[in-house]
């Protein structure tokens, strides 16, 4: 029945109507995540029919003014530029970020802990994004249970369609890498990646072996390392490589922070960049561009995918469908001063 004109509908009426209570009612008008679609759509369809308009406050669909980003470590220039990203999206949408951290040592609240996610859901939160960090089952489930929006951003483990992820094409990037070095002539191409169970890591060096077999046809697997995404696992991977008799005459490197160990690393084993050795990072952040040389690296739109991010997850907030739960920005090689044809050794 419609309601009198002469009165204004209360969120009562309108939880009345739905068959929710008013609390439900009014995370539903507020954008409050928690709640099914089919409550949402109840709520929504009681307002219209009532004609039920908040005299303040967020209207219907509305998501709310904070996003909660978490990463496993602020320590690197990927995370660096991936917020930046969230952030300029966020100031488009007058969103507020809220930054945490997994691997930090202290007292309090952990991210991802059942208090943490809690709080998020009784917070002002339109969701979460999560940045290289993998929530564990239990985690993963009270998110979904809790009605916690949640786009991933690199995920450590391949996700299913429940999950919605952003991310780059990582073969491709590693298949571009070791095309570029195959081409100047180099076949004793070594990789240094990232742990094997973080998938963007596992996508290139997949791409490298790809691109190997098809160069070749043969992979020598004493020249593949996989460690960890810093500068100190790029210089132990490198030392590592660079102590053989039968040495790599080219490194490609799962990221920009484990290409510039490996640069260290050679220059204390007295060896010349491109001359001596080629390199190739992943990434293009800031640094590559002002190594010594500088870097010929991978790029990947690393604040692209912090803004897509937002964008996605301010979608689910107002319970829209998104094109893909699985998105990939494209890779570009961009070619610079630390990777030439191998020298006489290395030919030899």
């Known amino acids: 029945m419609p309601a009198d004109p002469r009165r204004r509908p209360t969120l009562a009426q309108v939880a009345a109507a739905a068959e929710v209570s008013t609390s439900t009612a009014s995370k539903v008008l507020n954008?409050?995540?928690?709640i099914s679609s089919a409550t949402r759509r109840r709520v929504a369809d009681a307002i219209e029919r009532l004609g039920y308009a908040p005299s303040t406050g967020?209207?219907?669909g509305t998501p709310p003014p904070g996003v909660a980003v978490v990463f496993r470590t602020l320590s690197d220039l990927y995370a660096m530029r991936v917020l930046e990203g969230v952030v300029a999206s966020a100031r488009e949408h007058d969103i507020e970020v809220v930054v945490d951290v997994v691997d930090v040592p202290g007292p309090g609240t952990r991210p991802l802990s059942p208090a943490w996610i809690h709080r998020q859901a009784a917070g002002d939160r339109a969701g979460v994004v999560l940045v290289t960090t993998q929530p564990a089952p239990e985690q993963h489930a009270l998110l979904r249970d809790l009605g916690i929006p949640t786009v991933h951003i690199d995920p450590a483990n391949p996700m299913d369609d429940s999950t919605v992820s952003v991310g780059s094409t990582n073969f491709s990037g590693g298949v571009q890498a070791t095309r570029h070095l195959l081409d100047l002539g180099h076949r004793r191409i070594a990789f240094a990646g990232g742990a094997e169970s973080f998938l963007p890591s596992s996508e290139r060096l997949q791409g490298y072996l790809s691109a190997v077999r098809a160069g070749e046809g043969r992979v020598d697997e004493s020249l593949v390392?996989?460690?960890?995404?810093?500068?100190?696992?790029?210089?132990?991977?490198?030392?590592?490589l660079l102590d053989r008799p039968d040495r790599p005459t080219a490194v490609f490197a799962a990221s920009d922070s484990i290409a510039l160990g490996v640069l260290a690393s050679a220059q204390r084993h007295g060896l010349r960049v491109p001359e001596d050795l080629s390199v190739v990072g992943f990434d293009d952040s800031p640094a590559a561009a002002s190594a010594a040389p500088p870097l010929t690296t991978v790029r990947q739109p690393v604040v692209e995918?912090?803004?897509?991010?937002?964008r996605t997850l301010l979608q689910l907030a107002r319970g829209e469908r998104v094109d893909s739960h699985h998105v990939q920005l494209s890779t570009t090689l961009v070619v610079r001063e630390s990777t030439a044809p191998p020298g006489e050794s290395g030919r030899a």
């Open 305 to 310: 995918m912090g803004r897509v991010a937002l």
């Open 31 to 34: 954008g409050r995540p928690g």
């Open 58 to 60: 967020p209207r219907p």
């Open 225 to 240: 390392r996989s460690r960890a995404h810093t500068f100190a696992a790029g210089l132990a991977m490198a030392d590592e």
